[in-house]
């Protein structure tokens, strides 16, 4: 509690700092907000294949985020552009699989828990020269996850400032707290000890994605990421059991290579339609190979009102250490029943309606857009969920 | 083996082609005649209301990045 406390006064100091010098500066130079945002998010989930309980059980799970975002701009005296960002996300979750890691159900601090994640971004542009530099710090904090990251990214523009070339690299440090399902504890760390061990798990990932606008009505966007990951990759919690029915921790290798390579597309295809596509290949050393594909089409009913229909296509196949409950045998060193590592496809459909009216969303000069969207989504392996998420944006 | 080698060179061969002939038929833009690329909804990021979508589909699912979702960072994943 300390530590969330910490975070948000210093993030509120920051901003008031930032608020501070826009009393200096001459008019061009002035730090100005160019817009707040609030972004609310209700998540149900259900399903029949929970990993804590060693792939059977409930997957009942809530989610209520709500995140606000600022964004404040100020040009220096060679006329670079600065932008100064500030976020804050708290996620409120209440997750049925969490209570079953003591096998008491409504007993553990994870059936009912908070996840505090605040961020701070910068960047830099130079109109003339076309580049951008930027640099970003955040964190996520839960009961039993702890994680930094920061990230360092480079853009420039062509000539003809058609296309552009952004390259980025991140690294998020994490550290886990060794939570043990109850009747593997031992020794000291028995049922009742809430003394636990810690593990690292670091993540590295470089990114280079080049944008391009084709014509008037069409612009799009290639990506390509590497991601290195190593450290304790398992989840403590997360139980396995073998054909003789004897139970175990999951156990997974401590390192993960990643290569996600993505494509985006945005085409005006009207003067009232527009078409956004995106598709991505993922494949990793653990053996799993993923697709998916989106299509969004935003229809403009007046121009400051749009609906937005999509459909999202995905699929995987399993890692190599994925068994269902009761197929694992002592010969596999590693080995894991978490149903979301194991092959399924899944469909998300659902639509946005989005408002952004010149003289501000129900007359309010300052609140400059709303936008509702609601998504269902299934896998084909008995799980579910549904999403309603609002942004309010502010200016 | 020869067949998957085939296979997978046609394929490269064709997205090769493909971007070849985006790149070429690429026709400069004015500033003023961006009023169509620069709409809002032509954005080719993720929107902020897409925020706890991309956070579930990184949990629920193996794959993550590439311009969905972030890669690692922050989750005890219930």
Redesign the interface.
Known sequence: MKRILLTAASLLAMITSFAQQDSTGYKSRKLKVEEINLVSSYYRQDGNNAAVTGGIGSQKLTDIANVIDIKLTRYDKKLRKHTFGGELGIDTYTSASSDKVDLKANSSASSGDLRIYPALSWSMENETKGSTIGAGLSSSTEYDYQSFGANLSYAQKTKNKMGEITLRVQAYLDQLTLINPVELRTGSNGEDDENYGSASRNTFSGSLSYSQIVNKKLQVLFSAEAVQQQGYLSLPFHRVYYQDGTVHQENLPDTRFKIPLGFRASFFASDKIIIKGYYRYYTDDWGLHSNTANIEVPIKLTPFISVSPFYRYYNQTAIKYFAPYKQHTAQNIYHTSNYDLSEFSSNFFGAGVRLAPPKGVFGKKHVSMIELRYGHYTKNIQMNADIVSMNLKFK | MIKHTHLRATRYCCAAITACM??T?????K?Y??N??N??????GN???????L???G??????????G?????????
């Open positions: 985006f790149f038929s690429c026709s400069t833009v500033e005649q961006k169509k690329i709409d809002a909804e032509m954005t080719l929107r902020k209301v897409e925020k706890t979508e956070s579930f589909q949990y629920r699912e193996g794959a993550s990045g590439a311009n969905a972030k890669t690692g960072g922050g989750c005890g994943c219930n």
